[in-house]
């Protein structure tokens, strides 16, 4: 029906369920981990609410936009929260056995140095973020 909304779909940096409802675990937004956000708003609003990585919306909003073959492999790199990548391979997004697949923020890097927000000391996301980015701006 034109004019009315018939879903809402959410980004969210973070680990999605399967089924698209459920944040699992979200280093940098505190407070989101283990989260079903699909089910209450789904409720609320009374029509379908659908979750999933911030990255697989952008990189399927680039996909559309710069008007890419939908039937090759595509990698998306985008840094923000901290350093997110999609992986897109034969018109279908690769979210692996736990939703995680090519996550490559939480990627030990030698020489990196800090605390994570996942906990980790070595994250490669210490050096390829947002955060990162405005620490070089605020020192220099």
Sequence with gaps: MEGKISAVAIGIPSIVSKDKKTVYSTPNLKGFDNINLGDPLSKYFGIPVFIDRDVNFLLQSDIAGL???????????????????????NGKFHYGKNGAAGELGHIPLRGAHGQCGCGGKECSELHCSGKHLQEIRAEY
């Design 67 to 89: 008007g890419l073959d939908a039937d090759k492999t595509i990698l998306g790199f985008y840094i923000g929260t901290g350093l997110g990548n999609a992986v897109y391979i």
